[in-house]
């Protein structure tokens, strides 16, 4: 547990090391801002409530997290570190899981700074913060499915373009997958259980019926199977690119 700590560390210092970081929180913030008060119209609807700040949740992490998680290994092969990190005294896990943690506390932190909007709800007006915090919960899982895919996606290619175009079109099709368009596709001749089985990896659903404050342990447990066979994939990638 302490190499994955180490690890963690470093790679989270490694974040606030150039202002690379604090530009990124900056543009969230910013974008999110413009998301809810415009786009989602939050005073014209003249309800004390989040739901237009989450609506677009989905759609921000399908570029923001992307933008992190292309970094995490295709960054270590173009410049050479990740022989030196592998031939480190720690397991391979520790280093897989260590750098998604620290990807996952960042994106927190971006999240977590977006409390002034809370705060703002409960100064107009009485919502339930149950439902609020249930919706953070959910953000927070969702965004852990979307870097847990780019981290998998970024060991493939040292190229952190390439990484980042592979992880937004994968990504999107996870989105989408239960939209009402995708599944009407699919309904005209695939049997229900195709069709349902489609839109269980949808992270539209599973996000949606979280932010209703409804947290269901299926739910929970598709955010988590994901990052775990996502990060399992990561570490048989890297150690077939090290072997070879």
């Not at 690379?20 to 998301?35: D, N, P």
């Not at 014209?44 to 992490?61: C, M, N, S, T, V």
């Not at 292309?70 to 022989?83: D, P, V």
Request: glycine share 8%.
């Amino acid at each position: 547990m302490s190499s994955l700590f180490s690890i963690t560390r470093r790679e989270l210092s490694g974040y606030f090391a150039t202002p690379v970081a604090y530009v990124f929180i900056v543009v969230f913030l910013f974008t999110a801002g413009i998301f809810t008060f415009y786009l989602g119209q939050f005073f014209e609807r003249g309800q004390a409530d989040l739901k237009a700040f989450f609506l677009f949740h989905p759609w921000l992490y399908l570029f923001f997290l992307p933008a992190i998680a292309m970094r995490l290994w295709a960054e270590e092969r173009k410049s050479g570190t990740i022989e030196l990190l592998l031939t480190l005294p720690i397991p391979l896990w520790a280093a897989v899981v260590g750098k998604f943690l620290a990807a996952w506390i960042f994106a927190g932190i971006a999240l977590a700074l977006t409390f002034p909007m809370w705060l703002t709800v409960n100064w107009l007006g009485h919502p339930d913060n149950g439902v609020i915090l249930g919706g953070y919960i959910g953000s927070f899982l969702m965004a852990g499915g979307y870097l847990a895919v780019g981290s998998c996606l970024s060991a493939i290619t040292k190229n952190q373009v390439i990484a980042f175009v592979i992880s937004v079109l994968v990504c999107f099709v996870f989105t989408v997958a239960g939209a009402p368009m995708v599944l009407s596709f699919f309904q005209g001749w695939a049997p229900p259980l195709i069709v349902d089985t489609i839109a269980s990896f949808s992270f539209l659903t599973h996000f949606n019926a979280i932010t209703e404050g409804v947290i269901d342990v299926r739910d929970l447990i598709f955010f988590l199977s994901l990052m775990a066979v996502a990060l399992f994939a990561t570490a048989v990638i890297v150690d077939y690119k090290k072997a070879g």
